[in-house]
């Protein structure tokens, strides 16, 4: 009896992949590159389930029903490029490879190219939601050859997170659309947890609110929104420490670490001219962060000062959600920005309402914020800043000025805000008529005779800036 599907990677999302489809009803294959592992899986969790393991790879290969599909849950980067090469000889013509892994979108496109010139298609696919949206229904964000997805669209749509409106999983577009949309979401993700990380630190050091009072905030803040990243910190600043019994919040250190998307989601921006400022800020808070060392020898050279607490009769914390508000909404609205210009640089046709559906459960940036997204989307199709289009305008305006209020009561009380900081000058920017661009043009024409336009006449022009005499 030949099974539906083969996984190799029997790391933490294979694992949980292999059960999601076993309990559909999905006969899976297993593999992993150290025996122990996949032993160890077939002994324990896969025990009495529909799941095969092997322990080689063409025994693998052999025992899948044709057409055969295999996804890749490994590492990224070279061990995918392996792992084909080792698998390529073993397959035939119309055999599917889906690489749920975190690709950079570039190598995607590689080995679509490179499948398909051996006879293979190839799905690059994002799949999103972490150990626990692996095994009970993640947001799969695929891409590739449409073939490929006929054949296992089925079997995604039936694993992934389902919601009224149909589960989160759909064919997103040609070559690198599947894993360039993860990219995004991931640099999403990154925005969104900066501007919460703010917030907390508003509220710790500003208002110096204990753990278990910010846990309630978040919680109520969270009621309407519900966010997934705002549900998990909600627990973690609920956490006890088991050995001290202290807030373990209190206790991780300031150091975050990163695996690239992030990275990744800025590199790609910078190329196509697409400003993600609160994603940058995101990306260059942890960069800064890690610098741990060098930012404890420099903490007394500059502010003398402990930092001061917001004081006043305001309510700082019906200010700091707005902050959060903005900022957050800011990281979706940079993102579906990238996605809609990388679609036609890319040629990837995606449709941005259906991303924006299939974000909508499973994931780590799931919120209703989404539904909001839908609707902007389709309000204004035209216009790609959501921040200006209905029903998010209206919130932003009211809340860009409690925003201007704690950044400001915020950088006195000696705190960095780098993601709050960037979105709302990101707003004040996208609706200012008049910037000091000017003066670039000024300077760019000074030292390099790039010449600039004028605000009263058409063409280009260039001053003689140096009198020679
Ligand atoms: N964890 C998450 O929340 C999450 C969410 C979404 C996407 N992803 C992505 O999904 C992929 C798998 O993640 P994971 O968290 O399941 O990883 P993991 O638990 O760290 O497992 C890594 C897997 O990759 C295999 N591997 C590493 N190098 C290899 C090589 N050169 N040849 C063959 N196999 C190799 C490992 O095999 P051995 O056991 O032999 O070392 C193991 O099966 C990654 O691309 C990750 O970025 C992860």
Redesign the pocket.
């Known amino acids: 009896m030949k099974t539906d599907i083969g996984i190799?990677?029997?790391?933490?999302?294979?694992q949980n992949l292999a059960l999601n489809m076993a309990s559909k009803g999905y006969g899976v294959s297993v593999y992993?590159?150290?025996e122990n592992?996949t032993r160890e899986f077939a002994e324990n969790k896969a025990k009495k389930k529909d799941i095969i393991p092997t322990y080689d790879l063409a025994e693998f290969v052999k025992s899948l029903d044709k057409p055969k599909k295999i996804l890749l849950?490994?590492?990224?980067g070279?061990?995918v490029d392996?792992?084909i090469a080792k698998l390529t000889p073993l397959l035939d013509e119309g055999d599917v490879i889906l690489d749920?892994?975190?690709?950079n979108f570039r190598d995607t496109d590689r080995r679509v190219e490179e499948a398909n010139s051996r006879g293979l298609l190839y799905l690059g696919t994002g799949?999103?939601?972490?150990?626990y949206g692996?095994r009970h229904g993640p947001s799969i964000m695929p891409g590739g050859n449409e073939e490929a997805y006929d054949l296992v669209g089925n079997l995604l749509e039936d694993i992934a997170a389902q919601i009224p409106e149909g589960p989160c999983c759909a064919y997103l577009g040609p070559r690198s659309a599947g894993h360039y949309v993860k990219m995004v979401h991931n640099g999403i993700e990154y925005g969104v947890m900066e501007s919460i990380a703010e917030a907390y630190w508003l509220m710790n050091k500003g208002l110096n609110m204990e753990p278990e009072d910010m846990s309630s905030t978040f919680e109520k803040w969270n009621e309407d929104l519900d966010s997934y990243l705002m549900e998990i910190t909600v627990s973690v600043l609920k956490e006890e420490d088991e050995k001290t019994g202290k807030p373990l919040i209190n206790l991780i250190l300031d150091t975050a670490e990163q695996?690239g998307t992030g990275k990744w989601t800025v590199q790609n921006a910078l190329e196509l001219g697409v400003p993600v400022p609160t994603i940058s800020a995101a990306v260059d808070g942890r960069f800064i962060s890690s610098r741990k060392r060098e930012r404890k020898n420099n903490s007394d050279k500059i502010f003398l000062e402990k930092p001061a607490r917001l004081t006043g009769k305001s309510n700082w914390t019906e200010k700091i959600h707005d902050a959060l508000y903005l900022s957050t909404v800011s990281a979706y609205t940079q993102g579906i920005y990238l996605l809609n210009v990388a679609s036609s640089e890319y040629e990837y046709d995606l449709n941005l309402d259906e991303v924006a559906r299939i974000w909508k459960d499973g994931c780590i940036i799931r919120s209703n914020l989404l539904d909001e997204a839908q609707k902007g989307l389709r309000n204004d199709p035209e216009n790609p800043n959501l921040l200006f289009v209905e029903p998010f305008l209206s919130n932003v305006k009211d809340k860009s000025v409690s925003t201007r209020e704690i950044l400001s009561r915020g950088r006195k009380a000696g705190l960095a805000l780098p993601a709050i900081s960037s979105s709302l000058d990101y707003l004040v920017e996208f609706s200012s008529a008049y910037l000091p661009a000017n003066m670039i043009q000024a300077q760019r024409d000074f030292f390099g005779a790039h010449t600039y336009q004028r605000r009263d006449r058409e063409g280009y022009f260039h001053n003689e800036w140096l009198d020679d005499n």
Request: charged fraction near 25%; glycine fraction near 24%; aromatic fraction near 0%.
């Open positions: 190799i990677g029997m790391g933490v999302m294979g992993n590159r150290r592992r849950m490994i590492k990224a070279s061990p392996e792992v749920g892994g975190n690709s799949i999103s939601g972490g150990e692996a695996k």
